[in-house]
């Protein structure tokens, strides 16, 4: 009989990565899932039988150990979601301060490779890494240097552990524009009401969890529904 799937989901308390958890929960998944604010994290997964909630910054070493200890010693899934704009409204290169800059690449590029580290000797065969990306990490957006560039490097990155990784199932996905609160940090006093909810991105992600596609990048809004 095939125990319980786990799944480690960071930046978990709103927008894309509560709407995976709580689809993953429903489906019977053990979570382990984090968010930087302990308040609204526990509000967030209120409710949400088999998942263990860890406060803090994915940045942080302790924490991303907390974070594999608490999924044991055989993962199914991680996902890496939590992420870090930048300065708002987006500066230009020629004005960015580097001091920020670091920042953004510690939580989007490090912080990720880093928790994959700790989490790749417990990931049992065929299981899944989802990196989210964004279309900002291929298209040069003026005034996206930052946040752009960090996720072009998070792309090759994970591209790079597929290739290294042949046993797992490595995605890099674009979940496309949704209504959450960094898009709307992005886009200071403009309307993203037309934005469609996180909610509507999860199918995508499902079929590539519980699917058997091969490594590589995806749209989420592309792979709906598919299970090879």
Not at 38 to 57: H, K, M, R, Y
Not at 65 to 88: F, K, T
Not at 142 to 157: D, R
């Amino acid at each position: 009989m095939r125990c319980m799937p786990v799944g480690i989901v960071t930046g978990a308390s709103r927008g894309l990565g509560l709407a995976l958890a709580r689809a993953l929960d429903e489906r019977g998944w053990r979570l382990v899932v984090d968010a930087r604010g302990a308040e609204a994290l526990s509000e967030a997964t209120e409710g949400l039988s088999g998942t263990t909630a860890i406060a803090g910054d994915v940045a942080d070493a302790d924490h991303r150990r907390a974070l594999v200890e608490a999924a044991g010693d055989q993962i199914d899934l991680v996902v890496n979601n939590a992420s870090l704009l930048g300065p708002s409204p987006q500066p230009a290169l020629a004005d960015y301060p580097l001091e920020e800059l670091r920042k953004v690449y510690e939580a989007n590029v490090v912080a990720p490779l880093a928790l994959l580290q700790l989490a790749l000797p417990m990931l049992r065969e065929g299981a899944a890494i989802l990196d989210i990306t964004s279309d900002a990490g291929v298209e040069a957006y003026e005034g996206w240097g930052g946040y752009g560039s960090s996720k072009a490097a998070l792309e090759q990155l994970t591209a790079i552990l597929a290739a290294e990784h042949p046993g797992l199932r490595v995605y890099w996905v674009d979940p496309g524009d949704m209504r959450t609160q960094m898009h709307q940090d992005a886009f200071p006093g403009e309307d993203i009401s037309d934005r469609p909810p996180p909610e509507e991105s999860v199918p995508g992600l499902l079929a590539l969890i519980e699917g058997s596609l091969p490594s590589g990048r995806y749209r989420a809004s592309e792979v709906m529904g598919a299970r090879p």
